[in-house]
């Protein structure tokens, strides 16, 4: 486990190329997948956030390295309680940055608002998804705030089906081989801020990368599954930047934390897995 405490900042990444978006779920629906009506919202805020406050049908857009030259692809998770999420703040722009190192990267638009289950079936399938697209490569997931939650639940119960096969995708796993989690929330459920109870840590739980800063109120989230992980001495960097508070993504702009994590980040995937 790793502490770490600095300040410099990151340069400017490259834009890539335009996007390709796909439903996730076939017309022909398990019985346990419930998608309901409507179209999808979203709007702008004036902090220059875009969330979608309605996603009734789940989506995967591929966002493709032009040099994809490495052997790991991951899929991004957004934020936002559960209730919206920030698609450009901790999705697309996350996605471009992967990209300028050289990773293909997918933004998953999980079902919003208020479904949790619902948005773990949409991450175990896009994780089964994105591993038939990319066969021998490793397959890793990341989020932000509840979008880091559904990533270590999507990480530490990929062996509990979710939901009944649909077809030729589904025989894939949705264990992720490894996990990247920026200022994770709703993780230390447990007694004494210890890790909530239903993620089920263990040890062929994956890797994972956990950055936050000291002034989060989440915070206690990132201490509780590093200490998990450890425990069951599963790979865990932790880092723990003095100040930032949350929701920054990399947007430095908004706190200088959103500088430093990408720089550990690309390092940790380059150099442990």
């Given at each position: ?53 309605q996603m009734p049908v789940p989506t995967l857009e591929t966002w493709k390295a032009k040099k994809d030259r490495k052997d790991k692809v ?200």
């Open positions: 486990m790793k502490f770490f405490f600095s300040s410099f900042v990151l340069g400017v990444f490259a834009v890539c190329c335009r996007a390709q978006v796909v439903n996730l779920w076939p017309e022909r629906l398990p019985a346990d997948v419930c998608l309901k009506s409507g179209n999808t919202v979203q709007d702008v805020g004036r902090d220059k956030i875009t969330r979608i406050r991951l899929i991004v998770c957004p934020g936002g309680g559960y209730s919206v999420m920030a698609v450009d703040l901790e999705g697309t722009e996350i996605a471009q940055w992967l990209n300028s190192l050289g990773y293909t990267a997918y933004v998953l638009r999980y079902r919003v608002p208020n479904d949790r289950e619902g948005a773990l079936q949409d991450a175990q399938r896009a994780i089964r998804m994105v591993r038939a697209q990319n066969p021998g490569k490793k397959v890793g997931i990341m989020g932000f705030s509840a979008g880091a939650d559904l990533s270590c639940r999507a990480a530490t119960t990929w062996n509990e089906n979710t939901y009944s096969p649909v077809d030729e995708t589904d025989s894939q796993s949705a264990k992720p081989d490894f996990v990247g989690l920026i200022y994770p929330a709703y993780l230390d459920g447990g007694a004494g801020h210890s890790v909530t109870p239903s993620l089920n840590v263990n040890e062929s739980t994956p890797p994972m990368f956990v950055f936050q800063t000291a002034d989060d109120g989440y915070g206690y989230s990132s201490l509780a599954i590093a200490a998990a992980l450890k425990n069951h001495k599963v790979p865990v960097e932790l880092h723990v930047y003095p100040r930032g508070g949350h929701g920054y993504g990399l947007r430095a702009k908004r706190a200088e934390a959103a500088a430093i994590w990408p720089v550990l980040m690309e390092k940790w995937m380059k150099n442990h897995l």
